[in-house]
């Protein structure tokens, strides 16, 4: 699969001396859905506003399409669309003359047919001669995302596109990023919603910061970096784990009711088995037992722990 957007040894450096990026390499592959996941700070809004055209590079190239954001900038940005995190447009426009005039802006004909099933798409039709001072902050939201589309770019960046829409909205939109994904319209998201990016997202990059330092198919890395644990509710509280069951990684929780091993799920024999086994010649009795499978968003708290911990 070929990328429709390249980023090469990418930095920026404010004027206050604050370094949000470093030297950060990516290919966005044509037609993905792309993840950036990190704390807040972590660089994820400057490296979207470098390739937007909004925030300057300090050094490094990014190019859109084959179009560098610089020499080509006029092309480059025609191929995007942004929905960033601030909520910001005419307050006294109505939602048809705001997503209409953003398509003028580039250029682009008029075409009331395609305005009109973009709005539909999102649920704003019945809000079309509605201003946008009178829109809940979910409707707001879905209007950037309306303008963001307008010109029919082949990129659109969604920055925090979930905050502030309630569930209900929140799940449509993501009904519409899939059927943008399948009309071949290539996905960025930031998002704090991990299990989104979960779900949604064909591969997964964790940013720190401002050092990009994992990409990953998403499902490629639950099965790498993801862990199950069983946890054995215990008969009787344990005040330590006995020596005899040292060869497993165990801990106590919750007082010393529950004793919980790590396993990973994917190694050819989980140690389960055994670990039972030797509980029970031990005489240790357990009531009730349950595994768990580690999320996307524990991976990441981990992989940004270890990063800040390595500092």
Known sequence: MDSIIRIAGLTKTYESGHQALKSVDLDIRRGEIFALLGPNGAGKTTLISIVC?????????????????ISSYRAARRAIGLVPQELTTDAFETVWDTVSFSRGLFGKAKNSAFIEDLLKQLSLWEKRDTKI????????????????????????????????????????????????????????????YIEEAQEMADRVGVITRGELILVEQTHRL?????????????????????????????????????????????????????????MTDLGIGFKDLATRESSLEDIFVELVHDRRAAA
């Open 53 to 69: 055209g909004i925030v300057r590079r300090t050094s490094g190239t990014v190019t859109v399409d084959g179009n560098d954001i």
């Open 222 to 278: 639950m099965e790498k970096l993801g862990k199950r644990e069983l946890r054995l509710k215990l008969s009787e509280p344990m005040a330590q784990i006995p020596a005899e069951l040292g060869e497993w990684p165990l801990a106590l929780e919750d007082d010393g009711n529950v004793l919980v091993y790590a396993f990973d799920a994917n190694a050819e024999r989980t140690g389960i088995a055994s670990l039972i086994k030797r």
């Open 133 to 192: 001072k009178e829109l809940s902050g979910g409707m707001k939201r879905r209007v950037m995302i309306a303008k963001a589309l307008s010109h029919e770019p082949e990129i659109l960046f969604l920055d925090e596109p979930s905050a502030g829409v309630d569930v209900e909205l929140r799940r449509g939109m993501w009904d519409m990023v899939r059927g943008l994904r399948e009309r071949g319209v290539t996905i960025i998201l930031t998002t704090h």
